[in-house]
């Protein structure tokens, strides 16, 4: 079985792999077939035919004079094409001789007696016999085809050459195939980043037209959800920020002690209402659009450093990303307003890697224990060991910002910082 590690990660690889491993394994069986069987077959009776016009010819000529044998070895090429001539004894060299065609030279010792060596002349066209007669040296020379066979090698090529060109069919099409599963899946993809695909249409096979159909009336749907969502919202804020108002300037005219702590109470109320809204609102109907991330970073650590913030930014390289600027804007804010209510400073950075960029805030604070990272996206949840009630909020700034990075197509996680505080770690797609 193969292992899951080699084998290919995408559809199409997966696919092209069902269509080159049979395709493969035929050819090598193929190949095992013909080659073991029919190349041994044809080169043996090859052999054979030579060895045995060759043995013909040598017991004929024997006992002729040379004048008989000279017209016998020309009617012998004519008829077989087998140049033969007759030279004198001294031309018999057997260190000429090599070990090719084995074959041939085994067919031709079981049918001859006489000493011989085989070897091809210096152009390698053709295959040369010296043969050790009594009173005289035997000549005889063919052209290599009589014992290689040509159309076993263009069957070859034939054979992979074809295969290569239906692979070649196989992978275009199979191309096509896959070409709307992956428009699908960058849909969906920028569809969580919050970058719409207006132009995305069902297309390709059946099953993934149906899925992109799918697709389309899910993305319409949530869309629906979002803008009844923001509508209703908007209406409750209206609602709850009008007797807010006239509570506020009741207590301004009324004066008193009291009444500045009723102030208090109302400002603290307003407050967590604007905070759970935010946290329900969400993205609202902001579209994305891409900026440089460095930039952006610089444009919002710039604003608290007006303010005199003890707030840094370092980063070694710069990355285009889709945002919407408003949201992200407020989940940066609600993590750099933590790092500095509970520390006195607060530095981000940017890291850029081949996939996605990370950034990371780091602050001086008291941190919190580690079991209690996943803790603390809860909604209305504070660890009011670690962290300060009469400064906190209502417990939504980490559940807010971990919204927006997911809203994004992104993550937020915790770690400790290298300044003894809390790491606060934004990975975002690329």
Known sequence: MIGKSLLPSSLFGRALLILVLPTVLIQLVMAYVFFDRHWDNV??????TLAGEMSFFIRRFEGLPLGDAQQLALDFQATTGIDATFEKPEAYDVKRGTDEFPEFQQRLHAKIKEPFTVY??????????????????LHMETTVKRLESRTTIIFLFWMLGASALFLLIATLFLRNQ??????????????GRGVDMPDFRPSGASEVRRA??????????IKRQLRTRTEMLAGISHDLRTPLTRMKLELEMLGGDAAKELQGDVQQMEHMIQEYLDFARGEGREEAVRISLVEFLEDVVGGYQRLNADVVFSAASDVQVD?????FRRMLNNLI?????????????????ANYCEIVVDDEGP????EKYDEVFKPFNRLEASRNTKTGGVGLGLTIARDIALAHGGSISLDNSPRNGLRVIIRLPL
């Not at 091809?120 to 040296?137: F, V, Y």
């Not at 896959?178 to 569809?191: M, N, Q």
């Not at 992109?212 to 319409?220: D, G, K, Q, T, Y």
């Not at 945002?323 to 949201?327: E, L, P």
């Open 323 to 327: 945002v919407r600027v408003s949201g």
């Open 120 to 137: 091809k002349n210096a152009s390698g066209t053709s295959i040369e016999i010296d043969i050790q007669l009594p009173d005289r040296t």
């Open 337 to 353: 307003d933590n790092a500095l209510r509970y520390g006195e400073r607060c530095e981000l950075g940017l890291r850029v890697s």
């Open 367 to 370: 941190g919190i224990p580690t």
């Open 212 to 221: 992109s159909r799918a697709f389309i009336v899910m993305r319409e749907r």
């Open 43 to 48: 080169t043996r009776h090859m052999s054979n």
């Open 178 to 191: 896959i070409r709307p599963i992956r428009r699908l899946a960058e849909a969906a993809g920028s569809f």
